[in-house]
T-cell receptor, first 114, second 111 residues
Framework: EPEVTQTPSHQVTQMGQEVILRCVPI?????FYWYRQILGQKVEFLVS????????KSEIFDDQFSVERPDGSNFTLKIRSTKLEDSAMYFC????????????FGPGTRLLVL | RKEVEQDPGPFNVPEGATVAFNCTYS??????FFWYRQDCRKEPKLLMS???SGNEDGRFTAQLNRASQYISLLIRDSKLSDSATYLC????????????FGRGTSLIVHP
């Protein structure tokens, strides 16, 4: 069964450093998403991406965040200057046609900012 | 503020019990509704979509009440493996339907 993969599974970084989280969505999917989940809290939508551009973003997705699809398979989330409060699990998801359809989540990257 | 509210639980039930979760949402323009399951420190996985007419998948039944803006999930004949957190997800129209997650309801099924 096809699945969304994410690397790395864990990342520890110093405050102020840049991190890039990587995702490989399911190959025939057209919509891609990033979510975060702070420990003990709810899953929060960050951004959706379609046709090589951002289609929606939340208030959380400020100027320190960016997304990119650098090639035909990878979908990345960059955090330019990490803060302590960026520590969370970051989930990538993809869906075949739109966010009205089932989204398939990757296993997540646990980011710890020290 | 647009929110999705769930009773956090935990619901602690014996095997074989029937358990029901409710979820309320505040955005009346919401169009799509889902229940996801999340195991500890794992990714959310779709359990079922929720349709206006209600729908059933084996031991799981989902209902939608648009007038009262709530969604329910009924689990019959609970199994130990049903222990997880159940997330209510509501998608509202933006350019591509932005999903809002509830905080989840924790279910513990014991022998």
């Amino acid at each position: 069964e096809p699945e969304v993969t994410q690397t790395p599974s864990h990342q520890v970084t110093q405050m102020g450093q840049e991190v890039i989280l990587r995702c490989v969505p399911i190959s025939n999917h057209l919509y891609f998403y990033w979510y975060r989940q702070i420990l003990g809290q709810k899953v929060e939508f960050l951004v959706s991406f379609y046709n090589n551009e951002i289609s929606e973003k939340s208030e959380i997705f400020d100027d320190q965040f960016s997304v990119e699809r650098p090639d035909g398979s990878n979908f990345t989330l960059k955090i330019r200057s990490t803060k302590l409060e960026d520590s969370a699990m970051y989930f990538c998801a993809s869906s075949e046609s739109s966010s009205r359809e089932t989204q398939y989540f990757g296993p997540g990257t646990r980011l710890l900012v020290l | 503020r647009k929110e999705v509210e769930q009773d956090p639980g935990p619901f602690n039930v014996p095997e074989g019990a029937t358990v029901a979760f409710n979820c309320t949402y505040s955005n009346s323009a919401s169009q799509s509704f889902f229940w996801y399951r999340q195991d500890c420190r794992k990714e959310p996985k779709l359990l079922m979509s929720v349709y206006s007419s209600g729908n059933e998948d084996g031991r799981f039944t989902a209902q939608l009440n648009r007038a009262s803006q709530y969604i329910s999930l009924l689990i019959r004949d609970s199994k130990l493996s049903d222990s997880a957190t159940y997330l209510c997800v509501v998608a509202s129209p933006g350019g591509s339907y932005i999903p809002t997650f509830g905080r989840g309801t924790s279910l513990i099924v014991h022998p």
